[in-house]
């Protein structure tokens, strides 16, 4: 059986009380972040963790991001914590930032996909934090979605993914952000980019400097992934996509050209980005780069239930929050990208 606590309108710290105890119990709870929604265990209790990845259907070598809300816990779970660590958690925890250090034996193997790192981070979300709080557990969450599926920004979709699977899901409303935190490997020297996200690459070098950026995240091929994520196929919907990249005007004349074509072979088509054309279905993802990520899962969740042939994808240019948009994109295109300029 699964609750669902309705929290929308204000955090209701007698029901998070029941919710942290489920934790404790080591059940599931899927729970609202900034970034997405998470589905939530005791991080440190292996068959609590083990209930996740059967959930998810994830693969058990794809390592938990472990979240915390206090910085003490850093110490709990990591051997060695490097002053840039200390840096970054200052100026943008909480908020949409993971970072990866050694890990310390009591994090169990299936956490970290039997890596020797961790992967942490404290989420912007007052619901989040108390949750984690009131458990006194660090609490391992992926992304609150069957494994595949666009990453979850309302509590429906989880609730789509996961009603009586699990026990609790807690509705906080919309995510603010919409695309999962930014993954940071300070475990070598330059710091690696494992996962462009909420937070901008930019507001990361202004405070350690130069980040390397891992090649997966522009989908080279990697053989032994660091992150061993970056290797599957993500945030895919059931039809095909295709992403347009190039100067606007240019991509919106090949996306009206494209969608006259499809619909003369008899294809429904689906169109994100910020007009219509003449498509079949339309989901307007706004105007600034912030909107676009917010609402970018959304889009590609409701082009699922539209059922639509084919969904052509506006590119956004790749500075702040677009190197995270055109990631998942590009990911749910299965990298079929037209160019256009
Ligand atoms: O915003 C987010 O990060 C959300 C919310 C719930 O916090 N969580 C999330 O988790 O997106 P997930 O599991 O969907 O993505 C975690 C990513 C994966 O790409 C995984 O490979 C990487 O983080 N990761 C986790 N632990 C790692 C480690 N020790 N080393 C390298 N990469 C790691
Ligand atoms: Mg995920």
Avoid at 138 to 156: D, H
Avoid at 316 to 336: C, D, I, P, S
């Amino acid at each position: 059986m699964t609750i669902v606590i309705n929290m929308r309108e204000k955090l209701d710290e007698r029901k998070l009380r029941v919710a942290a105890r489920l934790i404790r119990e080591g059940k599931l709870v899927a729970f609202p972040t900034e970034t997405v929604y998470g589905l939530g265990a005791d991080a440190l209790n292996e068959k609590a963790v083990k209930r996740i990845f059967e959930a998810k259907g994830r693969p058990a070598d794809n390592p938990l991001i472990v979240h915390i809300a206090d910085f003490s816990q850093v110490y709990e779970l990591a051997r060695e914590v490097p002053e840039e660590a200390k840096m970054l958690a200052k100026k943008f925890w909480p908020g949409p930032l993971t970072i990866v250090l050694p890990r310390r034996e009591i994090v169990p193997d299936v956490t970290t996909g039997g890596l020797d790192t961790v992967a942490i981070r404290m989420p912007k979300n007052e619901i989040a934090l108390k949750l984690i709080k009131l458990s006194g557990r660090p609490i391992a969450a992926p992304s609150a979605n069957i494994s595949g599926k666009p990453s979850p920004t309302t509590a429906e979709h989880v609730v789509d993914d996961f009603y009586g699977k699990i026990e609790c899901i807690i509705d906080g409303g919309e995510t603010k952000i919409g695309v999962e935190s930014t993954v940071i490997d300070l475990t070598e020297w330059p710091p690696v980019l494992l996962r462009p996200g909420g937070l901008p690459l930019e507001e990361i070098e202004k405070v350690i400097g130069e980040v390397r950026i891992h090649p997966a995240v522009f989908g080279k091929k990697v053989d032994v992934a660091k992150s061993p994520g970056m290797k599957y196929k993500h945030y895919a919907p059931d039809a095909e996509v295709i992403v347009v990249e190039g100067p606007k005007e240019k991509v919106r004349r090949k996306i009206a050209e494209l969608v006259e074509e499809l619909k003369k072979k008899g294809k429904r088509v689906g169109v994100i980005g910020s007009e219509s054309y003449n498509a079949d279905e339309f989901f307007y993802l706004g105007e600034t780069v912030e909107e676009v990520a917010r609402n970018l899962f959304k889009a590609l969740r409701y082009m699922d239930k539209a059922k639509v042939d084919i969904v052509l994808a506006e590119g956004v240019e790749e500075k702040g929050l677009g190197l995270a948009v055109m990631n998942r994109l590009r990911k749910a295109a299965g990298y079929k990208i037209i160019k256009v300029d």
